[in-house]
């Protein structure tokens, strides 16, 4: 399926549990001064503390880890979860980042 139904999904789940969350939250990047607007979307921010990246992809590459590492930064967030729901079992598909 594409990650755009698992987004909706786990969008609801979010919901059904009263969580507060952003979906497609704007990344903000400054270059000398001013706020430039370079199309870069998270998934989630969940209780603007936690980045949520969701993927369906045959298997999650370095340039996944770095996308969420930069997200991470950029937002000044700590935790982040990598979801691929392209897996067997689900617990199979989530790597979290500590920063």
Do not use: W
């Not at 990650?3 to 000398?32: D, M, N």
């Not at 607007?37 to 045959?58: A, K, M, P, Q, T």
């Not at 700590?78 to 989530?94: C, E, K, S, T």
């Amino acid at each position: 399926m594409l990650e755009s139904v698992y987004e909706r999904g786990v969008a609801q789940e979010f919901r059904t549990f009263g969580l507060r969350f952003e979906e497609q939250a704007a990344v903000p990047i400054c270059y000398k001064g001013t706020n430039l607007d370079c199309g870069y979307r998270i998934d989630f921010v969940v209780e603007g503390e936690l980045v949520v990246e969701l993927r369906s992809v045959e298997r999650i590459i370095p340039i996944h880890h770095a996308q969420m590492l930069t997200y991470l930064q950029l937002m000044q967030l700590r935790q982040g979860f990598l979801i691929n729901f392209n897996v067997q079992r689900l617990v199979d598909g989530v790597k979290s980042f500590l920063l």
